[in-house]
């Protein structure tokens, strides 16, 4: 079983760095793929879990700026406890600010082991490490090599808060929008974390199995924020259930006024929906609509044309559409919300 303990009860607010700590793991990590739920305040500051609930990702993220040996072994104290837990904790991450120079051995490396700090900070560390464990929780000989040396240490290195979200997009041109326009975003995810945190007072709680945490509403799925800047990029959800067949962007209309039978119609705009739905939720190959996205942003920031079938031509007539779920119609739709929130925006 896991008990909660030390919770932030009514927070006043979500920092920015738990708000760059969950948007680290979507896409800086070689295993951000397998990522699936982020839980906010629960096991620590942030969590990620995996799609079948058995590999928890511990973060402790802290914003202190000139931390000491001391302020860094009582947050990796926090750690530990989960090392310590029964539940599976595999992966520690301490992610702060750029640490002194001084502790450590390259100062070039912005994630890095515990072998990269200096041999007398280490000793200082791991000895309060070791008085803490021992007197609170009875350990004569706590395992605390086994446990540093599985820490990662991750140094914020962006300056702007629109970095991070620029990172996640995956564009390669990331100018096609303002820096402001990434930071309301960025603002935005960190007000929805804000709510989760706040959401039911867990403190002393018991769960027994780690998908228990899902029923205190604390938490959101990599594909919710995925949606979310995706969303906020074309200015459309494309993936509310809310959204019925009848929405048909502006653009596309000159796709199917030839077509006189209304259920056709019908089906014509529920394939589409459904086709590009399918191609968010393609976990191998995501990157295939983020590319699609950012070509016809592009385009349409260099160019007056606004007519869908030409844009397409321009664009994807000889493009190889590694992901099978696109068609023709669904990247005309595609092109056609894109162009009614480029030219309402």
Do not use: G
Not at 87 to 92: A, L, Q, S, Y
């Amino acid at each position: 079983m896991y008990e909660f303990k030390n919770t932030e009860q009514n927070a006043s607010k979500a920092s920015d760095f738990e708000t760059k700590s969950m948007l680290y793991l979507i896409w800086k990590r070689t295993d951000s793929r397998i990522v699936n739920c982020v839980t906010f305040d629960c096991f620590n500051d942030i969590n990620w879990i995996n799609e079948s609930f058995d590999n928890i990702w511990d973060i402790q993220a802290k914003n202190e700026q000139n931390l000491s040996p001391k302020k860094i072994w009582e947050y990796l104290y926090t750690l530990y406890k989960n090392y310590n837990s029964s539940f599976p904790f595999n992966v520690f991450i301490f992610f702060c600010p750029k640490l002194n120079e001084r502790y450590k051995i390259n100062n070039s490396k912005l994630s890095y082991w515990i072998k990269n700090i200096k041999n007398d900070t280490l000793e200082r560390i791991k000895n309060w490490l070791i008085e803490k464990i021992v007197s609170t929780e009875k350990i004569k000989s706590p395992k605390v090599n086994n446990f540093l040396d599985i820490v990662t240490f991750v140094e914020d290195n962006y300056s702007n808060d629109s970095d991070y979200i620029k990172a996640v997009t995956n564009f390669k041109k990331t100018n096609i929008k303002s820096d402001k326009f990434y930071d309301t975003i960025f603002k935005e995810l960190k007000s929805i974390l804000l709510v989760k945190k706040n959401n039911n007072n867990i403190e002393n709680q018991v769960i027994h199995n780690v998908k228990d945490v899902i029923k205190f509403d604390r938490h959101l799925f990599k594909s919710n924020i995925e949606q979310l800047i995706i969303a906020r990029i074309i200015w459309t959800n494309l993936f509310n259930s809310d959204v019925q067949w009848v929405y048909i962007p502006l653009p596309f209309k000159s796709i199917v006024w030839k077509i006189k039978d209304f259920d056709e119609i019908q089906d014509l705009i529920e394939n589409c929906q459904s086709d590009l739905s399918r191609a968010f939720f393609n976990k191998n190959n995501k990157k295939t609509l983020w590319n699609i996205t950012e070509k016809i942003i592009t385009y349409l920031n260099n160019n007056w044309n606004r007519e869908v079938n030409i844009i397409y031509d321009d664009l994807f007539r000889n493009y190889n559409f590694i992901n099978s779920y696109f068609s023709v119609n669904s990247i005309k739709f595609l092109i056609s919300i894109i162009i009614e929130w480029y030219d309402n925006n």
